[in-house]
């Protein structure tokens, strides 16, 4: 619910999709989280949304090449994406497309999950339309291409 103030508890591990196994997690801490509508504060700090400069000069980038320059972010695990899953209305309006984009592919990176074969690494996250409609149980694997469609949550510092 917007504006309402709870704990997430980014130390424990998230949910891991049948067949999947987590290969990295950042463990961050039980932290307080609050939606004001078009921001959300993880531990009063701003999540936002990041591409790589690649990205957004509009050329596609591996997400395997990414994962060094994601990791100069504070990146955001998927506990909060299994927080933002049961509680879809304090996803900020904000992440959402306009109109006539395309939905936005929005991956937790602080947590790495292998799965798919040993080779086949993957974040977790949600596509948002723009009608502001989340679509949940999305993964993206990093050796596949990755472009403007594509972001990955951060705090702001």
């Known amino acids: 619910m917007p504006g309402c103030l709870t704990d997430i508890d980014c130390d424990r591990d998230p949910h891991i999709p049948p067949g999947y196994r987590i290969v990295s997690h950042k463990r961050i801490g039980k932290l307080p989280i609050e939606s004001r509508g078009d921001v959300i504060l993880l531990d009063g700090k701003r999540m936002d949304l990041y591409q790589s400069l690649r990205q957004v000069e509009a050329l596609p980038v591996r997400g395997n090449s990414l994962i060094s320059e994601f990791s100069r972010q504070q990146l955001v695990?998927?506990?909060?994406?299994?927080?933002?899953?049961?509680?879809?209305?304090?996803?900020?309006?904000?992440?959402?497309?306009?109109?006539?984009?395309?939905?936005?592919?929005?991956?937790?990176?602080?947590?790495?999950?292998?799965?798919?074969?040993?080779?086949?690494?993957?974040?977790?996250?949600?596509?948002?339309?723009?009608?502001?409609?989340?679509?949940?149980?999305?993964?993206?694997?990093?050796?596949?291409?990755?472009?403007?469609?594509?972001?990955?949550?951060v705090l702001k510092q």
């Open 77 to 153: 695990n998927a506990c909060v994406l299994d927080h933002l899953s049961f509680s879809p209305d304090d996803i900020p309006s904000s992440w959402g497309p306009k109109l006539q984009e395309e939905p936005r592919q929005i991956f937790f990176a602080g947590t790495i999950f292998n799965g798919l074969g040993e080779s086949t690494t993957c974040v977790r996250g949600f596509w948002l339309k723009p009608d502001g409609i989340a679509r949940f149980n999305k993964q993206r694997t990093l050796n596949t291409t990755w472009d403007k469609r594509h972001w990955i949550v």
